[in-house]
């Protein structure tokens, strides 16, 4: 698999979260599985098929880094980001960057320092920011001017503490838009929301910032992924990318990659090779409750191997035909060209 991809336009191998792995916890029910300590999850996502692993700092906190490294090593296995968790505890409910409580923003910029220096110490290129608890359920509960100051604020802080610590070293930073889930409303909630953000960043600091745009995220917001990630790709701001499925405009599934709109993720393809994406594709993708222990990472072999079909398929696309539909304004054709590819 990590061949095919690398072959065919340089992409580093696939990624995952330790999250991924998880018990079967959902907001009804509690796990239906054991919940694997987090480094016995390494093994089980080499074995999947996953060279670069994801992190949150509550799963692998900086000291337990070097045991993490040596069975990552055991294994073959890099780590493709770490990310900060401002949305698991409970100090973080109202936001970390956006609390209107100045020691709890002071506390989400050292945890964001600190995760700095673990993405650092474990050799990963990216962090990534997600907004899980930024955001507001009632209006006027949060100044929303007021709130986007403060994340540039703390965003602007994070980019300064990175450049002077490690130079040229720094690691970039991926910001991940979700429009809901678990606020009513989230700031930063699509790819443009983002894009703004970043262009009222410091100057200096803005080449740091772009984005990990997630299929399901769009997807919710009724949004096309696939124009979201081109308009990444335009703005030169992919930095990561977390793939999977969503059925509709509902709650976050977090499907394995390829489920649910195969034609559009093959499009996708068709477009990260055609950009020559350079990066690591990761699945953004969550073991379901009804899956057995024993089969918690069907989900990541799954995507694979829907990612590795989708993948053969658009590297077949004929670019010409494509074009030419384009410049005929044949459009449903197009569309019928694109199904015959896949099916
Ligand atoms: C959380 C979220 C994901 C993010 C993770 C990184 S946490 O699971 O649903 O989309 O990528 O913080
Ligand atoms: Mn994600």
Redesign the pocket.
């Known amino acids: 698999m990590n061949q095919i991809l690398a072959d065919k336009f340089g992409a580093r191998g696939l990624g995952a ?1 330790v ?1 991924n792995l998880g018990p079967g916890r959902d907001p009804f029910g509690g796990p239906t599985r054991p919940d694997l300590p987090i480094l016995q999850r390494l093994p089980l996502l080499a074995k999947a098929g996953i060279t670069y692993v994801e992190f ?1 700092d509550v799963e692998l906190p900086f000291h337990q880094i070097p045991a993490a490294q040596r069975i990552m090593r055991d294994h073959g296995l890099k780590c493709g980001m770490y ?1 900060p ?1 401002f ?1 698991a505890e409970p100090v973080f409910k109202d936001g970390a960057m956006t609390s209107h409580d100045p020691k709890i923003r002071k506390l989400a910029l050292e945890n964001a320092c600190r995760a700095v220096d673990a993405t650092v110490q474990l050799g990963a290129k990216v962090m ?1 920011f ?1 907004n ?1 608890r930024e955001g507001f359920d009632f209006v006027l509960a949060k100044d929303g001017q007021e709130s986007f100051r403060r994340m540039v604020d703390g965003f602007n802080a994070v980019g300064r503490y990175a450049v002077k610590r490690y130079g040229r070293r720094s690691p970039r930073f991926a910001i ?1 838009p ?1 429009p809901n889930e678990p606020r009513a409303n989230m700031y930063l909630s699509n790819v443009g929301e983002v894009l703004y953000l970043i262009s009222r960043l410091d100057p200096k600091l803005q080449p740091l910032f772009g984005l ?1 745009p ?1 299929t399901a ?1 769009s997807r919710m917001a009724g949004l096309d992924y696939l124009w979201d990630v081109e308009m990444c790709l335009e703005a030169g701001k992919l930095f990561h990318i ?1 793939l999977n499925a969503q059925d509709t405009t509902r709650y ?1 599934q ?1 499907l394995p990659f390829g489920y649910t709109e195969p034609l559009k993720d093959l499009a996708l393809c068709v477009v990260l090779q055609d950009a020559k994406w350079p990066g690591i594709i990761a699945f ?1 993708v969550k073991a379901p409750r009804t899956d057995r222990q024993e089969d918690i990472t069907d989900i990541l072999t799954t995507s694979a191997a829907n990612l590795k079909r989708l993948w053969s398929k658009a590297l077949k696309v004929d670019r010409r035909k494509i074009a030419a539909y384009r410049t005929r304004g044949n459009f449903t054709a197009l569309a019928g060209y694109l199904a015959r590819c896949l099916y």
């Open positions: 979260g999250w949150h990310t968790s949305f990534v997600w899980g991940e979700k990990n997630e995220h977390h976050d977090d953004d």
